[in-house]
Nanobody
Framework: QVQLVESGGGYVEAGGSLTLSCTASGRTFGINYMGWYRQAPGKERELVARIGIGDAIDYAAAVKGRFAISRDTAKNTLYLQMNSLKPEDTAVYYC????????????WGQGTQVTVSS
């Protein structure tokens, strides 16, 4: 299994920046890809960005050009650099990982709140 712990959320004014971190522990060598999702009040959880095998990266259209996903495999840590934040970016941000092999499946962190004021 894999355990994911997010950090870095907070309150920021529109136009500001935040960096989220997600540290993985457990069977990290079995992780195929990791990503960030978010869920705003009253809305479904949606993909923000993900990074997979060979460092293939996908971004949601709403964040492309403003957010950057990266990872440090030596530290088993995933990052999300968020720039030019907008009030509509306000949500709980979740780290996600897909594990292959023993314990195969999707794993989620506990979430971290990001609030952007107008």
């Amino acid at each position: 299994q894999v355990q994911l712990v997010e950090s870095g959320g907070g309150y920021v004014e529109a136009g500001g920046s935040l960096t989220l971190s997600c540290t993985a522990s457990g069977r990290t060598f079995g992780i195929n890809y990791m990503g960030w999702y978010r869920q705003a009040p009253g809305k479904e959880r949606e993909l923000v960005a993900r990074i997979g095998i060979g460092d293939a990266i996908d971004y949601a259209a709403a964040v492309k050009g403003r957010f950057a996903i990266s990872r440090d495999t030596a530290k088993n840590t995933l990052y999300l650099q968020m720039n030019s934040l907008k009030p509509e970016d306000t949500a709980v941000y979740y780290c996600n990982a897909y594990l292959n092999g023993v314990g195969k499946g999707y794993y989620w962190g506990q979430g971290t709140q990001v609030t952007v004021s107008s």
